[in-house]
């Protein structure tokens, strides 16, 4: 039997979690919430010691993203699967278009053509590793795209389509790329997230800073008499949240994590310092790759490269599925691809959380085992 392998302790990252969601939660912040598990935790989420919480998540989400005038930062229960099917229910009229290139992309468009209320959605489709883009087509009301895709490591800039009739909605999914990848909100009417990414928290919430033209036309839809299951019904979500509270109990825990993540983000610097730290942890794997013998970036397209999530493939005879496991017996963990993409790679989440010096250890770590396989 051969002797697994032992990565030194001293190329190891001081944290080894690189996950692309759930992602790494930083020891300060359950430090935080363990201090106040026993007044907080278990409460009444209609309270005042609640609704602060949810209140602090709400003003730390729009101090983050400098909140243009009128958006709002409208908090529900679900994730982003639930927030795909709320818009699908709440935000398009009649006819979507979509960019997709990639799983998470797809499950949006799907919804919509799934939906029978609506009809068939435009989609342009662009294979793993590229990117799809919008364009301007009469009788859709409503655009929507990725700003990064999870799934693959491509990211798009926000920008609203060009030609597009007045009054359609952009909506962008900020999944994975909010929180480390620059955006102004004006370019995008619903810019959508979960707290699992970059916001260093659990699951379960969908956070969407919606511009006045889009709560409008929520409003509009509700009053047009479409059913809308309860728990999709994005103006409840709209009014809840300006109460700040959810219309279902919330995972406190996650609220509370997340509250702590942006405002350790937002005494950092905000948005500018955390873009700048997930470029350097993109820096630091990207030029590796580039310079590896084993190892290259799975986008090519350097303007594509995500500094959110990086995917890396490696050549044929060298596997990626072995050297994950081996950093994963090394307590360095979730760097396995995307399942579905079916690519000889590895992902690594590049959030702000994750310290740049990490990243280069990983490297260092991917070199070693590499050189005893």
């Not at 033209?213 to 999709?232: D, M, T, V, W």
């Not at 709209?238 to 005494?267: G, K």
Request: glycine fraction near 8%.
């Amino acid at each position: 039997m051969t002797d697994p392998i032992r990565i030194p302790d001293d190329l190891k990252p001081v944290d080894g979690r690189f996950g692309s969601g759930p992602s790494k939660v930083r020891p300060e912040g359950v430090d935080a919430l363990a201090r106040v598990s026993r007044t907080l935790l278990g409460t009444s989420h209609r309270q005042q010691a609640v609704k602060r919480q949810v209140a602090r998540l709400r003003n730390g989400i729009g101090e983050f993203f400098s909140l243009p005038e009128g958006y709002e930062v409208v908090i529900s229960n679900g994730g982003t699967s639930a927030f795909w099917e709320t818009a699908t229910f709440g935000l398009i009229r009649d006819k979507a278009q979509f960019a997709e290139f990639g799983e998470f992309g797809a499950k949006f468009a799907k919804a919509v053509a799934d939906a029978p209320f609506l009809a068939e959605p435009t989609v342009h489709r662009a294979p793993g590793g590229s990117a799809a883009y919008l364009s301007a087509e009469p009788g859709v009301d409503a655009y929507a795209s990725v700003h990064n895709e999870t799934s693959t490591g491509v990211a798009v800039p926000v920008k609203r389509v060009a030609g597009a009739d007045p009054g359609a909605l952009l909506l962008t999914d900020a999944t994975s790329g909010g929180g480390s990848l620059d955006v102004d909100l004006t370019e995008t009417d619903v810019y959508y997230l979960a707290p699992q990414k970059a916001f260093g928290s659990d699951g379960g919430l969908w956070i969407a800073l919606m511009s006045p033209a889009a709560i409008e036309r929520a409003h509009e839809i509700k009053a047009s008499g479409r059913y809308i299951p309860q728990f999709l019904d994005l103006v409840t979500a709209v009014e809840q949240s300006r109460l700040d509270q959810t219309y279902n109990t919330p995972a406190l825990a996650t609220v509370f994590l997340a509250a702590e993540q942006i405002d350790w983000m937002n005494a950092q610097g905000g948005l500018g310092w955390a873009t700048k730290r997930s470029a350097e942890s993109a820096a630091a794997i990207y030029g590796w790759a580039d310079r590896s013998d084993v190892a290259s970036p799975f986008v090519t397209d350097p303007a594509l490269r995500s500094q959110a999530v990086a995917t890396i493939d490696f050549v044929e005879g060298v596997d990626a599925a072995t050297i994950a496991k081996v950093l994963r017996a090394n307590g360095i963990v979730d760097t396995e691809p995307y399942r579905k993409l079916g690519r000889n790679q590895l992902r690594v989440a590049l959030y702000p959380t994750v310290d740049p010096a990490d990243v280069e250890a990983l490297t260092r770590c991917i070199d070693f085992v590499v050189s005893r396989l």
